[in-house]
């Protein structure tokens, strides 16, 4: 069976924004005009197609990353002349700060992004954090201004807003036809032609020339956009200076080199509710967004030798391919999203996963419209598609030619920030709640469970209130899982702020074989890496904790140096000041020693453990808590009284910027005095003022903040 789409013919990208900019609006419209539905479904309606589970129908917002599969044929192209069509791989992303894992993870395995913006409000907190994590991954860019027919909708002040906060190097390709409700097309600036949108639902794209009154501006934008284009290659540049005149394919060639490159970021526009711009989107992702052979190849290590290899985008090279998502699926069962980097995978053949080293077989594999599923026999290089029933995977799992491995680089997620106890309200619950959890940990990565050891208890840990209250709706709907659970907690952490050292040997005799354990070791606080520094063989360094092995002449057998790191890791997660999980820690073992006949590896965790502790309450122990980012929106009558709520709540203002009628207050606050504030901030603002909070940083405590936690943790 072969591949019914060249790769140059694909195009694997997703819709980011922050929430309530109108991506899962744009991605209905997506759906509607590239025939995958007969019928346009509205958010406000709750009866989109990507928005499928129903706690994103109730509460208008996405919570999981959808994926679509449709086809597109450019509008510039004769309907009859295909020649041009291209498959588009779509992802759907979340835009609240509690399911950005979807984004994350997403990012990582798709070759381009169109980044949607409200044409109000412009850039917003989360638009900032998806463009950052493209900016980690490389990703290839369009942007969007959305919501131009909205009261106070600005093109030109979201477009700054996208060159103060973003990068510079946006670039206006399109400029809009009126505003608000005189909002009705678009000026393309590389055509230099109007467009307007009429039929049902906007589906027929009407080409004219540009209204007399925006020939002036269409111009000397137009020219701007050129010059945009032609800085970003040398020999353009040249021909420029000289006086040259560019055709639009050349400049449609310069600019899809230097989207790929991510030397600009083209800047479109349009109204998806209204229907206005959507399909010269589509166009833009064909001609500028790359395919899978526009990537370089997708690095790996050989989990044999720890050599760097690649993987090309090409069926012919063996098989690889990453885990990215999982969904338990109410109709099929566990689904396992995974992204095709090379070579091609059979339905009903094994599948090697490099990551656990074990082989399961692919009974099914589907393509998947958001809710629904299409069967299909093969994937190829360059695709995206869901495993049916594979019991082992796990998202970043690496999926490989067993005889050609490679693991690939695994996708990191952030640590959670809020926790809550939970208790089952029947002995039955409880037996179906272990295995609810497990299954929606598995799902997502930021949602982590644990038990406390002293109480028994359980607790769920995620990215946000908002965050866990969806999993625990999840876990009686769809698990049938009745739950009582506590107030919301804050994750704090602990960590060191100076140097210190500690020794410990652990002797105990029995009578018979005894055990004999002896380390030295020195914590300091963690550095952080500079770029293209390298780690010493010596060094294990992790996210949050590195372990130095400096032991000479063998004073402590090879053998036991990882029963002394497990001691360490043991003691990490024990805290020191309140018991919280310690972070951001070098740890060095310097000095031990051994017996013949009575040294053990639990011996070893055992002083390694005791040690670390030792030396931990001597480096000036600290508490951290999350310092999250703030954005209230508000009238400006509001103000003062929103500005001292923050004050009163040990917050930092940083900013305030008008946004049409209201005003925007940017402001770094603790979590744990955030907790009901949205219910606070609509009673002092009458119901006018709206919040959004993302994780930041984490932060010393103050001393008298510092008492109070440890004390309710007595």
Known sequence: MNRDYSLDKVRNFGIIAHIDAGKTTTSERILYYTGMTHKIGEVHDGN???????????????????????????????????????????????????????????LRVLDGAVVVFDGVAGVEPQSETNWRYADDGKVPRLCFINKLDRTGASFEKSFASILERLNKNAVRFQIPIGLEGDHNGVVDLMRMKAYTFTGEKGIDVVEGEIPTDLLADAKKFHAEMVEKIVETDDAAMSKFLEGAEFSIDELKKLTRSAVIANKIFPVFTGSALKNVGVQLVLDAVVDYLPSPLDMPPIKGIDPNTGAEIFRHASDEEPFSALAFKLQNDPFVGALTFFRVYSGSIEAGSYIYNATTGKKERLGRIVR?????????????????????????????????????PIVLEVIKFMEPVVSLRIEPKTKADQEKMGMALRKLGNEDP?????????????????????????????????FGVEAAVGEPQVA?????????????????????????????????????LVEGEKIPKNVKRYDDFEFINSIKGGVIPNEFIPAVEKGVREALDRGIVAGYKLVNISCELTFGSYHDVDSSEIAYKIAASQAFQDAAKR???VILEPIMKLEVVCPEKYIGDVNGSIASKRGLIEGQNPKGQVISIIAKVPLSEMFGYTTALRSMTSGQGSAQMEFDHYEVVPTNVALEIAEKRK
Not at 92 to 103: A, C, M, Q, Y
Not at 452 to 463: A, C, D, K
Not at 464 to 476: A, F, N, P, Q, T
Request: aromatic fraction near 8%; charged fraction near 30%.
């Open 368 to 404: 998947l419209q958001a809710d629904k599923r299409e069967e299909v026999k093969k994937v190829f290089a360059g695709e995206i598609a869901a495993a049916v029933g594979l019991k082992d995977a796990l998202t970043s799992h690496t999926f490989c030619d067993e005889a050609n």
């Open 492 to 528: 704090y952490r602990e960590t060191i702020m100076a140097e210190a050292e500690a020794e410990n040997k652990y002797i105990k005799q029995t009578g018979g074989k005894g055990q004999y354990g002896h380390v030295r070791l020195t914590l300091r606080p963690m550095k952080p």
């Open 48 to 106: 989109t197609t990507t928005d499928w589970m129903e706690q994103e129908r109730e509460r208008g917002i996405t919570i999981t990353a959808a994926a679509i599969t449709c086809f597109w044929n450019p509008t510039y192209m004769p309907k009859t002349d295909t020649s041009k069509k291209v498959r588009f791989n779509i992802i759907d992303t979340p835009g609240h700060i509690d399911f950005t894992v979807e984004v994350k993870r997403s």
């Open 446 to 478: 930021t949602f982590r469970v644990s038990s406390n050891q002293e109480t028994g208890e359980t607790i769920i840990s995620g990215m946000g209130e908002l965050h866990l209250e969806i999993m625990v709706d999840r876990m009686k709907r769809e």
């Open 619 to 621: 480096a000036k122990p």
